[in-house]
């Protein structure tokens, strides 16, 4: 164990672990703050997620929504990144302990460190799916489709049908599905001549009997609807019992054959929080106070995915995680001029999910509902506008505009590197 | 082995080996004639090699530079592509083996499959140094340079100095070597301040008193000065004894350490043209007559960097491969057509090369001889004219001009994947 070798400037030190929405946030809004503020996460980039999905099919290049976390932190003056994972938090001597060995101190603590994909304990789930929730991941899946469309192309021995499943009818699994179909129904037909467009299919499958869980009815019928449409067989009411290499088990006792399977049905709280001796609730989310404090510490807030509040769980989506992140931040320059802390609020901002090119569902607080192509507009103002906070904002904006206008006619413009 | 499945539509079939600049010239020029062709690649993409440095320094994403076969082979009603490696050519019976164990029969053939990294037989060179001559190998050196920065930056053990050896002066050498002094010189202070600029360096090792040999002397110095001017430490007239795992072993007796050794001393015909049967000359490359023929073979071309006509072995350039693989083409209707071959006649365009941000040479026919910032914007639009060609054009000319831009401000806009 050696301790940190940080230069220390007297000011008060804020740890914020983990650079997702939450932690970028709080980073932001200490920026005048007069602390130093310690960046940690274990990669070296920050990832935008809500457009993994473009990531995974091909649509978008891996570089168009990641950020590099050190070209982050040197905008800020008193900021520092480092890569590292969190193995250990003494709140009683104010020290994280990091994978290095080394030991930081702090005065504040901010865990936002997100959540890892929760696999329910279903047989060969962790071992034969794959999530979308990280950049590997996510090259891994289109590394994977790309690899086996081109095994079947050549009629190998042995390649597994183009069969994608994808197990989870939430906003992931919707995008991820409707984002294959598009691919097999555009771009397939021109890229592989030579492969029957028939027999590549995409599977959704969810164990609640809707998609899309927490839209208004008539919106998730209208996206049943629409990925049926689009050719996608959609298995409502269908439980996963068990993914093997090339085939996924239902509960209804079929046996389908599954190229790639793609794992969206939820997440939980990564396998270090449980190091940490704090307190967890459902899904290993770290239970926090009304002030979004962790339960009986001080000096350690839990925001975004990771916390949960007794009472009201708050959503695991990127409004929630921005805005606890720079609540956090306020409190922390709160409690350094010795001021009490205030209840998080959460103002509910909506909640959208993409179909397809043109094709979207969004709902607004106030029963505004909408659907279809001025649906699609305001997810793509949306995804475009959050974008251009970071850097990558021109090279991704005409990639997903290249992609809209050229479709058709180029089907995968960006490729992977399939082993 | 099983026979080739492929539709046969009585026109004659034309074999395209290999998709860089020559296969994908031919194919183009043949858009129009009454054959199928099939073209055959490695890999699932062509790849812009004269900005593979790009993607090794970050620049760059690999997407950017790279685009899929299939979506060229679907602009063409009679070309297909196939993703296979060849591993035997039966010019008797007119047929190639594909990796796969499948045989295909062609009437005409064109070989342009490009070539490997020469190491030269300096020890330790092939298993501890990198090149930056293919997509994968250029983003594994981004990704240790990067890590390597990382390492260092936390100072952990065993961390090996941040520098970086690239031994060759060639365009290549010359290129990445400019480009990682920008990255030092701009990017490191900003995105790791915890890290003294002075630890990192970059050397250049050439075994020749200068470097790029095939321009003028006055540019040969203007790069040698600009590149010192950065920060590079030139080590002209100095062999490399040795490469290990992290230094490098040089003539005159001292030992560099090297994070990341990059090798770019020259290129030699890959493996499997051995294996071909066919005649070849230095550096394994095949031997043409003067209409691009191989030697003894009336169906068979060889264009690009592989092929070497034995008075004139024309250099190993994108113009050489872009006019032969157009010429063999021509030949090809022409043979169809009954009429004789013609000989290729190269038509030099000149030569340039980068030695980083608003400074370049250019060497013109008729000695026309450019440098610094004129120099750099022809380079630039002529490689943006290139990737015009291309799909990728938007989407590179934004991450082209947002590292311009912003380059000061940001570092490294582009992150990859350490391990």
């Not at 960046?39 to 990832?47: K, Q, S, W």
């Not at 994909?117 to 994977?144: C, H, K, L, M």
């Not at 996963?240 to 049905?265: F, I, K, M, N």
């Not at 990771?306 to 409004?319: C, K, N, T």
Request: hydrophobic residues 45%.
């Amino acid at each position: 164990m050696s301790t940190d070798e940080l230069p220390r400037s007297g000011r008060p030190r804020v740890i914020v672990v983990g650079a997702g929405f939450a932690g970028l946030a709080a980073v932001r809004e200490l920026r005048d703050a007069d602390v130093d503020v310690l960046l940690l996460d274990r990669d070296p980039f920050n990832t935008f997620q809500p457009l993994l999905y473009q990531v995974a099919t091909g649509g978008l290049n891996p570089g168009d929504i990641t950020y590099s976390l050190r070209a982050f932190a040197a905008r800020f003056p008193h900021a520092r990144f480092r890569r590292a994972t969190v193995t250990g938090v003494d709140t009683a001597q104010r020290r994280v302990r990091l994978d290095s060995g080394v030991e930081v101190g702090y005065d504040y603590l901010i865990l936002c460190c997100g959540v890892v994909a929760n696999y329910f304990g279903i047989p060969g789930a962790e071992e034969n799916a794959w999530t979308i929730y990280s950049r590997r991941s996510a090259i891994a899946v289109r590394d994977r489709v790309l690899s086996n469309l081109e095994s079947v192309a050549q009629g190998r021995e042995g390649a597994v049908e183009p069969v994608v499943v994808v197990v989870g009818g939430g906003a992931t699994g919707v995008e991820m599905a409707g984002a294959l179909a598009e691919l097999r129904n555009s771009g397939l037909p021109l890229a592989y001549p030579e492969l029957d467009p028939r027999r590549a299919r995409v599977v959704l499958v969810e164990m609640a009997d809707t998609l899309l869980a927490p839209f208004h009815p008539t919106l998730r019928s209208y996206a049943a609807r629409a990925l049926r449409e689009r050719g996608v067989d959609l298995r409502l009411g269908t439980a996963v019992r068990q993914v093997r290499p090339d085939s996924v088990v239902l509960s209804d006792g079929e046996c389908l054959p599954s190229a790639v399977t793609v794992w969206a049905t939820g997440v939980r709280a990564c396998d270090q929080v449980a190091m940490w001796g704090l307190r967890q609730g459902p899904g290993g989310r770290i239970q926090v106070e009304a002030d979004m404090r962790v339960v009986g510490q001080p000096d350690v807030f839990a925001v975004g995915d990771v916390a949960a509040r007794g009472d009201d769980p708050l959503p695991q989506l990127a409004q929630p995680a921005i805005q606890g992140g720079r609540h956090a931040a306020r409190q922390v320059r709160r409690l350094a001029r010795g001021e009490p802390t205030e209840p998080f609020s959460y103002r509910d901002k909506g909640i959208m999910a993409t179909i397809g090119r043109s094709d979207a569902v969004v709902q607004l607080p106030g029963r505004v509902r909408m659907r279809g192509f001025v649906a699609w507009v305001a997810w793509l103002g949306l995804h475009v506008l959050a974008l251009m906070s970071n850097r990558n904002r021109l090279a991704t904006m005409a990639n997903l505009a290249v992609r809209y206008l050229t479709w058709k006619r180029t089907a995968n413009v960006i490729v992977g590197d399939p082993p």
